[in-house]
């Protein structure tokens, strides 16, 4: 329930400070950069094995909480994972949109070179944006799940 409400939040949180409304989320829409960061965390999850226990993971966060610890600890991986991969290809789609965005200026020595690379770099740094969005939905859920196995550790000390 609460992390419904952090997600509401965020969500008007983030629209307040892009100006108020869905209409202003197009300047920071590119669907080729949120593909790149998304495919990779979706494949990584498939590749492993994780899909379902990252399932999991939103369940949990959602109220569910009759799992074996077991189920916790394979969540809570998953989430990480899936936060680690999408920071990697945000930076790698970052330094490839940066390269190829001084690659393509043919004159250095004009000042409108300059004025292109900037408008480059504000689109290349749109690919930094979505794992920061991941990381930002995420991240409760990693703490909750990682508070739940610290708690679960304590309960099983004081029964030996």
């Known amino acids: 329930m609460f992390y419904a409400i952090y997600l509401l939040g965020i969500i008007f949180w983030i629209l307040r400070g892009v100006g108020g409304g869905f209409g202003n989320l197009v300047n920071y829409m590119d669907g080729f950069t949120c593909l790149f960061v998304l495919v990779p965390c979706v494949l990584i999850l498939f590749g492993t094995g994780s899909l379902k226990a990252f399932g999991r993971a939103v369940l949990f966060a959602f109220g569910k909480k009759d799992a074996p ?5 394979e969540s809570f991986l998953a989430v990480k994972m899936v936060m680690m ?3 990697i290809f945000g930076l790698l789609d970052f330094l490839i949109g940066t390269f190829t965005s001084i690659r393509s200026v043919e004159d250095f020595s004009a000042i409108e070179a300059l004025g292109w690379i900037v408008r480059d770099l504000s689109v290349t740094m749109i690919s930094l944006l979505y794992p920061l969005l991941i990381w930002i939905i995420l991240l409760p859920l990693c703490f909750m799940l990682k508070k739940h196995l610290r708690q679960q550790d304590r309960n099983a000390v004081k029964i030996l």
């Open 69 to 73: 610890l077991i189920s916790y600890e």
């Open 85 to 87: 991969i999408s920071a």
